[in-house]
C-alpha cells in the first residue's frame, strides 16, 4: 500500500539535544512539507521541498533544518536553538506545487523535558 | 498574505445538519480544500472546490463563493464518528507557497 510513514511516534528529549524526525513515502510525490501543530491550533509550515536537493523554509523554519537528499525522504531535524520544540509534527507530500490534496503521516509527538 | 478564519467550535445532535464556515482574505487561490482531523491523528482530505458552487461528496458537501470570500462544509446525517476538528485550507496563486490552513473548528456532535 502507497502511503507516508512518520517515525517515532512518541519520542522524548532531553532539552539542549537535537532531535531527527523521520518521514517516509511511496506515492512517488514531489512535494513534501513538515507541519507543526499545537494544541487548539491549525497548522504551520516549518520546511517544504518541491523536488531533490532542494527546499525552502516555511513560516516558522527557525529552530529547524530539513534535507532532502532522495524524492521519498525529507527528515526533520529539530535542534538545540528551537525555543519551544514540544509539539505534534505532521509530514505531508502532494504529486505537486500545483495539487491542492495533500497525504499526511501519522504524525511524531515530540516531548522535550 | 492570506489568513483563513473559522469558528474554533461547534456543536450538533446526532443525525443532525451542520454548516462549518470559512472566511477568507488571500490575493489568490487555486482553490478551497477541507480537511478532517481526529484527535492524535492525521488530516486526511475531504473535499476540494475549484470553481464556485456547491461539490457533494456522500454526506458532504462543500461551498465556495469567490466573490464573497467564503466557503462552507456541510455535513448531513452527523453521526458520532464525525466528532474531529475540520480545516479550510487554500493553495495561493502567488508566490511559491504550498497549503495554507485556517486554525481548524472542533466538532461535537452528542447524542
Known amino acids: 500500500d502507497g502511503g507516508i510513514t512518520q517515525s517515532p511516534k512518541y519520542l522524548f528529549r532531553k532539552e539542549g539535544q537535537n532531535v531527527t524526525l523521520s518521514c517516509e513515502q511511496n506515492l512517488n510525490h514531489d512535494a513534501m512539507y513538515w507541519y507543526r501543530q499545537d494544541p487548539g491550533q491549525g497548522l504551520r509550515l516549518i520546511y517544504y521541498?518541491?523536488?531533490?536537493?532542494?527546499?525552502q523554509k516555511g513560516d516558522i523554519a527557525e529552530g529547524y533544518s530539513v534535507s532532502r537528499e532522495k524524492k521519498e525522504s525529507f527528515p526533520l531535524t529539530v535542534t538545540s536553538a528551537q525555543k519551544n520544540p514540544t509539539a505534534f509534527y505532521l509530514c505531508a507530500s502532494s504529486m505537486g506545487r500545483m495539487n491542492t490534496e495533500a497525504f499526511f503521516g501519522q504524525g511524531t509527538r515530540l516531548t522535550v523535558v | 498574505g492570506q489568513s483563513l478564519e473559522q469558528p474554533s467550535e461547534v456543536t450538533a445532535v446526532e443525525g443532525a445538519i451542520v454548516q462549518i464556515n470559512c472566511t477568507y482574505q488571500t490575493s489568490g487561490f487555486y482553490g478551497l480544500s477541507w480537511y478532517q482531523q481526529h484527535d492524535g491523528g492525521a488530516p486526511t482530505f475531504l473535499s476540494y472546490n475549484g470553481l464556485d458552487g456547491l461539490e457533494e461528496t456522500g454526506r458532504f458537501s462543500s461551498f465556495l463563493s469567490r466573490s464573497d470570500s467564503y466557503g462552507y462544509l456541510l455535513l448531513q446525517e452527523l453521526q458520532m464518528k464525525d466528532s474531529a476538528s475540520y480545516f479550510c485550507?487554500?493553495?495561493?496563486?502567488?508566490?511559491?507557497?504550498?497549503?495554507?490552513f485556517g486554525k481548524g473548528t472542533r466538532l461535537s456532535v452528542i447524542a
Open positions: 521541498s518541491q523536488i531533490v536537493n532542494d527546499f
Open positions: 485550507a487554500v493553495r495561493p496563486v502567488s508566490g511559491n507557497t504550498p497549503l495554507v
